[in-house]
């Protein structure tokens, strides 16, 4: 046999990648080759080479990308870091420039303070003028407070974080058994190689992180909305964790609250009213109202998910769509125009199902999701979770 | 933190804190995916960047593949190694960008004399090298044609064999075995004074 034929074979022979019978005559070629003995121990010691040599060494950069990811999540502790830069000549000058700077300005105040409680010491004592009765000093104007905690909240929606708003075409969540790679025959192998090759579309969204203006919303609007109680009452009641005058929780009003998650009262569109003209018959029979009925939350959860409902899919759908609203991409997720109120909603039923639900399972999916969200920093809906937990702990 | 262990890949169970890791992210535990991130990130980064040839593209598509695998950890199962699932993520992204790049300049099309490993440039990456012998490696690694070093990366980086090397890259196995025969050529050629 020609002797290209055995050295083209040795790289795969090398990784055992041949058929029993290659892998045999390539070893027995190998026994009477020395030149292909050769290439075959370069090849070994490239692959030692490469095991030695690819490994990348410990740096701050790795501190730092950790950091931005967590960041974007937001899930990170602590603002990023500034990593201390490594020294140089010109970090010292500026250095030793700034210190000479500050005792320039100390000795300066020190100065002019000696001089003031020297002429103080030797100057003759002023005569107090009387005192002016408080009653004569104009009272100020009564400043309405500033909602900081609203602003705040929204900054953090316009925090310069890079959104990636996913496409629906997007095959970004692969099935823990998709990268199970099977071994198959050569035959199905050879048909799973057409010359066009239709890889997964997993598109980078180019758009900008936008922000779109978010309606401020405390848990009572958010409340009203959802569960469209009839009354303040009810309202209290849904609020206090379904027992009417149960005063001890103090739910931020309407006055108090902070922003939390959005509810765009002005959007509505036809699914969204066919969604809220879900009542389960147990409601309709016996006049129960729809906060307190679990079957509608359910129904709710079940509306804006779809079926199949899971904790996974419910989390990784509130993750995107809150990230849709945040970019102010419009989706057609759902066949609806707007998508940027659905997180709120489904927050809402998670919170009356935990309340409500005596299955484990519904409190466990619906508690996972409100702890999600109490823990993500970048989402506006953290305080409405936060809240929503609390109202949980507290019944 | 300590890089994961090279051998990957398919289907190995995640080990006992991983697991935990894992299901406290589930749980809504932030702080248990920052210690997956800072876990994987460097090999994932490795082999991204293998893959792309870009300092900045993978930095990119590594961190877009953290937070796509963070949106999805609801749907991961728990049991099986977190890598693997987190870097087929990557791949399909990195996959992407090459085809992306593959309309200005066909892979296929890539010429092997174009292969000059003193005109590559390691950039920001030579921050990361330990030594110059690790600089000498990645750049003639990244001066490889793309279709070289893309299977080289698969197969050494990635320790998959030539049969998935060859699914996911939809070419035959044979194809596969002679690229990559090529390419440890061409390494050989470069490097072979530190041999």
Redesign the interface.
Known sequence: MDHTYYK?????YL?G?LPPYEQKAIGEHLAQCAECREILD??R???S???Q?????E?D???R??Q???Q??????TQVTRIQPTRTWQGVIWKLAAAAASIMIVGVIGFYSWESIRDKTERPPIEMAPAIPPTSIATPQKVEPAPENVKDERESDRAPV?E?A?SESE???????????P??T?KT??S???ET?S??????SSVSAKTKPLPVQSVDNLLRSDAESKTDADRGALIRGGRAGESSYQVESAASSPAIAPVPQAVRHEGEIQLLSVRPPEAVASNVAPADSLAYWLAQEKALIGSGV???????LM??LA?KSRSAVTSSLAERKDTSDVPSRLLVAYYHIARLSADSSDVSRAR?YL??Y???TSSSYQTAAKAYLDSLARK | MEESASKPVSDQPASSDEQKLIEAVQNGDGRAYGKLIRLHQKRLFRFVHGLVGSFDQAEDIVQEAFVKAYQAIGTFRPGFAFYPWLSTIARNLAYNQIAREDKKESLENLQESGFDPESAQLGPLEKLLNDEAQGRFYKALLALPAKYRTVFVLRHFEDMDYNEISIYLRIPPGTVDSRLFRARQLLLEQLKDLI
Not at chain 1, 8 to 12: K, M, N, Q, T
Not at chain 1, 199 to 204: A, F, G, S, V
Request: net charge negative; hydrophobic share 35%.
């Open positions: 083209d074979r040795i790289s795969a990784d990648a370069r090849l010691a490239l692959n080479l490469v095991e040599k690819s490994g990348l060494g740096n950069y790795w501190e990308q950790a931005k990811i967590e974007r999540l937001g899930i990170a502790e890079k990636s996913p095959a970004v969540t692969p099935d823990t058994q998709n990268y199970k790679r071994a198959p050569e192998l050879m799973e190689f057409p090759v890889q997964p579309t997993i598109e980078k899971d904790a996974g899919k419910s989390i990784s993750q995107e990230d996972a702890i999600r109490s823990k993500d």
